[in-house]
């Protein structure tokens, strides 16, 4: 029997241990909750992922540096975190480390790029080429037109739109589903479509229209279902000249004008509006989530730069005024790119600054990555920039 009651009381304080551990153990991962709560705006995670993928960078001296041929029509941006090349011989998508990840050659005359997801587009602004390739595994889709291409989008999955033209129609609209294959074709003989754009899913194609109202230039957004032969539904944006139209997301789409930026959901509604009031629009860039920056000048020649951040709801969200002349401006995730000839200046979207980098490389172009990267482009060399 004492052998016994010798047994019972060896375990009792191993599970009275066990249960502070328990205890210590919950209450230390309660505390982190909270405190991932309460300071959940004052953390960056994305520091964290910077410090896991660029473990062995910490300026852009130390970097390794992307080469490629120098050429002033060249395009660069971001696709899935390396940098595609739209340049007058083709496609090029490279790594961090300059390798290359895929090459499409192709005559561009007039180089454009986008980049949805995985995959980059390039096309031949007013010549008759569009090519497309996966970030890693090289060429999905090569297209030769008879008739100049107008203008050309990819969605975040994949799928492709492009606009051009055949004999007896003013304008021919062209989707490729996010497997290349193409699903829709629209015929217009009655309205000059110069710009478009398809959603992730490819249910939805958007184009500009461009005519006359009571004797007055007017300026349309047309939307088309994928899976009907009519018009979905005409919104007239009045009269202003349309310079680019993008979903920005699969469920809204962003018409950039001379005076104005329109916001509006797929199917037609007024989400808002942003004037330019005086200013002159200079640039513009898609990359941010959720919101659109937006470079204005207050004259037409001279450096009195306004960039500005604005969201869905057309209000602005950052202002921020340089006399330093931009040399250019980039957006992604919740970052926006300033570069100027003396430095690079990354801000988040209320244009707060976040990191500041001279511009030692001599660069004239930057990319913005979602993790709050940059890569430095100039002379045929990129640098990667991580704060």
């Known amino acids: 029997m004492s052998d016994n009651v010798s047994k019972l009381n060896t375990r009792r304080p191993h599970r009275a241990a066990k249960r502070v551990v328990v205890f210590v153990l919950l209450a230390v991962f309660v505390c982190a909750a909270v405190a991932l709560y ?17 473990l062995d960078v910490r300026s852009a001296a130390e970097a390794e540096r992307i080469t490629f041929d120098a050429h002033s029509a060249n395009q660069y941006a971001d696709v899935n975190g390396s940098l595609a090349i739209a340049s007058v011989s083709g496609l090029r998508v490279y790594t961090d480390q300059g390798g290359e990840l895929s090459a499409v050659l192709a005559s561009l005359t007039t180089p454009q790029v986008n980049c949805g997801g995985k995959f980059a587009m390039a096309y031949d602004a007013g010549g008759y080429c569009l090519v497309a390739a996966h970030a ?18 990819i969605a975040s999955d994949g ?21 290349q294959q193409m699903i829709y074709r629209w015929l217009s003989s009655s309205q000059f479509l110069p710009l478009c754009t398809v959603n992730s899913g490819a249910k939805t194609l958007a184009c500009v229209s461009m005519g006359q109202s009571g004797g007055i230039y007017e300026s349309s957004v047309v939307l088309l279902k994928t899976d009907s032969d009519q018009i979905e539904k005409t919104i007239s944006l009045g009269n202003e000249m349309i310079y680019d139209l993008k979903f920005t997301d699969a469920a809204t789409l962003c018409a950039v004008g001379e005076s104005s930026v329109s916001f509006l959901t797929a199917e037609g509604a007024r989400l ?7 200013a002159y629009l200079k640039d513009f860039t898609f990359g941010g989530s959720g919101f659109l920056t937006l470079t204005l000048n207050m004259y037409k020649a001279g450096n009195r730069y306004r960039v500005v951040t604005v969201g869905q709801d057309g209000e602005a969200l950052g202002t921020l005024s340089t006399d330093a002349q931009i040399l250019d401006v980039s957006a992604a995730g919740g970052y926006v790119a300033v570069l100027t000839a003396q430095q690079l200046t990354i ?13 030692t490389a001599a660069a004239t172009a930057v990319v913005m990555r979602d993790d709050g990267s940059a890569i430095l482009l100039g002379s045929g060399q990129g640098v990667l920039f991580v704060p």
Not at 38 to 54: G, I, P, T
Not at 136 to 150: M, R, Y
Not at 272 to 278: E, P
């Open 38 to 54: 309460v300071f959940r705006d004052s953390l960056n995670l994305d520091a964290a992922r910077r410090f896991v993928r660029y």
């Open 136 to 153: 890693s595994k090289g060429e999905v889709l090569s297209v030769s037109t008879t008739e100049p291409i107008f203008d050309a989008d």
């Open 159 to 179: 799928s492709i739109c492009y606009v051009s033209s055949e004999s007896g129609y003013k304008t021919v609209a062209y989707v490729y589903n996010d497997k």
């Open 272 to 278: 808002g509006k942003y004037d330019y009031a005086d």
């Open 347 to 359: 801000y988040d979207q209320a244009l707060n600054v976040y990191a500041e980098q001279e511009n």
